[in-house]
């Protein structure tokens, strides 16, 4: 079964950092692009960020370039976004997606830039 | 970019209706598009990948058609189930799109 988990959300300062993780199971992460996906409250969907099976390719959306890092390690089947610089309009749900297509989700971690 | 314009953004229907949302890109993307339900505090859920092609274990009365840059997403008859808030996805080019959401209400 396809896992996906999420953690290191929480409280962050305006212009804090933060370091996102998704723990994947039940399929060859190594084989797999894989995403984060962004929901700020009571709003649609945002992507964010990809990154290739072998970190060949990674991009970025315009509002997270230069501030939000994507990377992975398939040896610990584990991909992480490192966030910095961090605006109360990056609060949100963010969530790791597998795959190209985007097929399964993970349950999400909440992100809240505060002060 | 490509945009993705999704339509209608909210829709009151009955158990037992049809309902059809779109979604059109402001480019061509072949069928390169997914559909997502998503239902209050969850993670979406994938229904329909390659424009028209059923997810494993979603219900029938799910279905999707098109290419190009013109897409369809049909209920084909409600359940209480699927009232939920509806995306879709282009996956043919980066960055990614999504469309705004459709949120479907019981009339």
């Known amino acids: 079964e396809v896992q996906l988990v999420e953690s290191g959300g929480g409280l962050v300062k305006p212009g804090g950092s933060l370091r996102l993780s998704c723990a994947a199971s039940g399929f060859t992460f190594s084989s797999y692009t894989m995403n984060w996906v962004r929901q700020a409250p009571g709003k649609g969907l945002e992507w964010v960020s990809s990154?290739?099976?072998?970190?060949?390719?990674?991009y970025y959306a315009d509002s997270v370039k230069g501030r939000f890092t994507i990377s992975r390690d398939n040896a610990k089947n584990s991909l992480y976004l490192q966030m910095s610089s961090l605006r109360a309009e990056d609060t949100a749900v963010y969530y790791c997606?597998?795959?190209?297509?985007?097929?399964?989700w993970g349950q999400g971690t909440l992100v809240t830039v505060s002060s | 970019d490509i945009q993705m314009t999704q339509s209608p953004s909210s829709l009151s229907a009955s158990v037992g209706d049809r309902v059809t949302i779109t979604c059109r890109a402001s480019q061509g993307i072949r069928n390169d598009l997914g559909w997502y339900q998503q239902k209050p505090g969850k993670a979406p859920k994938r229904l329909i990948y390659a424009a028209s092609s059923l997810q494993s274990g979603v219900p029938s009365r799910f279905s999707g058609s098109g290419s190009g840059t013109e897409f369809t997403l049909t209920i084909s008859s409600l359940q209480p189930e699927d009232f939920a808030t509806y995306y879709c996805?282009?996956?043919?080019?980066?960055?990614?799109?999504f469309g705004q959401g459709t949120k479907l209400e019981i009339k």
């Open positions: 990154i290739t099976s072998s970190n060949s390719y990674i």
């Open positions: 996805l282009q996956h043919n080019s980066y960055p990614r799109s």
């Open positions: 997606a597998r795959g190209v297509e985007a097929d399964y």
